[in-house]
């Protein structure tokens, strides 16, 4: 199938779903006007809202559009930029029944402005373009350079690279948007060096990020994470969920802990197969750290000056990102519960509480900001640049980021049409009738991998799939004759909760239109498709392995911790059976 063949039929699906949402309005305008409507009373009013149709009852199929759209055009054209922009404003069409200009103002003021003026999102750019910064200085002083020898001393080989990114990524455990960022500068160079390919690096650090902050007990995800339980419980006449109860999901989120195995596996074997072997080869033989005719997410590494490398101009401004991230977070979240000196006081459960409410955009916003600023004053002091050149590689390193920027406006722009529209409840909607109690972790996991990679959004699938899968299961498993303390316990509920909370991170890492996808594509300086590309095979796999090794086993009533290591032993029987090494002198056909 050519692309034009694969543009004219999105064409047409994207004409139908316009032609239906306007066919849908047309009763309502063709309706006779009332003549003079009498004061309702709040009885009345009530009734009529409650009449309102939901979005996804409203539009339905067409809410898939706006993914349906993005992802097929990106796919087909390799173009993220203009998919994205064809995906909103499809959803503008949908929303204003097919008028194309009331469609583009629908777009600019009802979708991409309300996504880019959001707190959480403008501080996500804000830091982004900071780090950008901070890296630009560190690279153009010399302390990347330093950094790599140091950190990278003991890694010549291609496995110990990898290792090295792969354990790098356990650190940075608290949020995965810092660990993206963060580690992608920092390994470039050292995986330069070695040749490993940059879509290699952006698997390292996307499949380590998500992955190590949704297991962590203490991170950013966790509040999110319990909120959703909780919603869940709060429904069905319970109370919120404990910490403990949390902790107890765990050992049911196979995806996470499957791929942190298999990313272990193919960095110790150095074995790959598919797209990613082909990127691998490509490096390792030729040099060509990324595709030819590619586009990189972000701009290269600014130029590095003849100074001398000093570990202190990298090592310094990290120190600085990592140090004030926590000691931002600690005070922020010290603040929310009300405590008064600088360790909390009351029970053990204190410092959790303290954590799940730090206010870790504002943590990063203060930390990044700080680190750029450090990284420019240790390479003044030390003499590796002058206050000018300074000034410059601030600049230049902000502005490699501006590409992300734009992605990430139009990626959350989809995921704004798509709330608008009801995408996530729709799927939902029509995968409820197929649910029992034996497969409902199965699919529950299914579901939320859909619904992830049509929004980009993990957060936002845990927050719709949950709480309809706990009410939903609490019913197949019976809370009236068991109560509710008994259901939440059933190990079918356990591994639904976990399922969702998995199934959430598998679909964003195969999403285009992720924004952790984005990020990773550009801290790793590789084009986003070919990222998305090399990843989707290796994130299928595994994805694949937990549905058979995890979650259908335990809606059956086998415990975790016999699916943990049956999961584990085929991860790296995949690895070890299917994929292959690279070698210096050959080629893509060996």
């Known amino acids: 199938m050519t692309l034009r063949t694969v543009a004219v039929l999105l064409a047409l699906i994207g004409t139908a779903a316009f032609a239906g949402a306007a066919y849908a309005q047309e009763p309502a305008e063709a309706a006779e006007p009332a003549a003079v409507a009498e004061p309702a009373d709040d009885g009345a009013v009530a009734a009529e809202a409650a009449e309102e149709p939901s979005p996804a009852e409203r539009y339905g199929a067409w809410s898939l559009v706006p993914p349906l759209v993005a992802i ?33 103002r629908t ?17 996500t750019l804000l830091f982004t373009f900071f780090l950008g910064a901070m890296v630009g200085v560190m690279t153009r002083s010399g302390g990347t350079t330093a950094l790599v020898n140091w950190v990278g001393g003991r890694a010549g080989t291609r496995q110990r690279g990898q290792l090295t990114g792969w354990g790098l990524g356990f650190l940075v455990f608290f949020d995965d948007y810092a660990n993206m960022l963060l ?41 999110v994470e ?64 990324i595709r030819p005719g590619s586009s990189p997410a972000s701009a290269d590494e600014v130029a590095v000056e003849d100074a001398e490398p000093k570990l202190i101009n990298a090592l310094a401004p990290i120190v600085v990102l ?103 409840p729709y799927l939902a909607g029509v995968a409820e009738p197929y649910l029992s109690a034996r497969w409902l972790p199965a699919l529950g996991f299914l579901l939320a991998a859909a619904i992830a990679f049509s929004i980009g959004s993990s957060w936002t699938t845990m927050a719709i799939v949950i709480p309809l899968l706990i009410q939903l299961g609490a019913g197949l498993l019976g809370t009236g004759a068991l109560g509710i303390e008994a259901v939440a316990a059933e190990p079918a509920m356990l591994g639904t909760i976990g399922a969702v909370l998995a199934g959430a991170i598998f679909g964003d890492h195969c999403s285009p239109i ?77």
């Open 72 to 104: 097929g055009l990106a796919i087909a054209f390799r173009q993220v930029l203009f998919a994205l922009l064809a995906g909103v404003y499809g959803a503008g069409l949908v929303l204003t029944d097919g008028e194309p200009l009331s469609a583009f």
């Open 107 to 123: 777009m600019c003021t009802e979708l991409i402005q309300p996504a880019a003026v959001d707190d959480d999102h403008v501080v």
């Open 183 to 223: 580690l992608g500068g920092t390994l470039k160079p050292l995986t330069d060096r070695l040749r490993i390919s940059r879509e290699k690096l952006a698997f390292l650090i996307d499949s380590t990020a998500a992955p190590v902050a949704g297991l962590a007990a203490v991170s950013t995800w966790v509040g």
């Open 226 to 289: 319990i909120d959703a339980i909780s919603e869940g419980f709060v429904a069905l006449g319970g109370e919120s969920i404990s910490y403990v109860y949390f902790l107890e999901t765990i050992p049911y989120r196979f995806y996470p802990i499957y791929l942190l195995a298999f990313v272990f596996a193919v960095a110790w074997t150095g074995r790959d197969y598919g797209p990613m072997r082909r990127a691998e080869v490509r490096a390792a033989t030729t040099g060509q750290l």
């Open 322 to 424: 990592v140090g004030l991230l926590a000691a931002v977070m600690w005070a922020t979240g010290l603040e929310a519960t009300a405590e008064t000196g600088w360790w909390p006081s009351g029970d053990e459960n204190s410092v959790r509480r303290v954590i799940e409410n730090a206010d870790s955009f504002t943590a990063l916003l203060i930390a990044s900001l700080a680190a750029s600023l450090i990284a420019c004053l240790t390479a003044a002091v030390t003499g590796a640049l002058k206050v000018g050149a300074t000034a410059d590689a601030w600049v230049a390193g902000a502005q490699g980021m501006f590409p992300v920027a734009v992605i990430l406006i139009l990626a959350w722009s989809v995921g704004q049409a798509c709330t608008v529209l009801g995408t996530g």
């Open 514 to 590: 992720s924004d952790t996808t984005v990020l990773s594509s550009a801290a790793s300086g590789c084009d986003h498709l070919d990222h998305v590309a090399t990843q989707m095979p290796y994130a299928a796999t595994v994805g694949l392995i937990s549905l058979v090794c995890g979650y259908v086993p335990a809606g059956f009533g086998v415990p975790s911790w016999i699916c943990l290591p049956i999961g584990l032993v085929a991860c790296v029987a995949v690895v070890r059976f299917v994929g292959r090494p690279i070698e210096l002198g050959m080629t893509n056909d060996e």
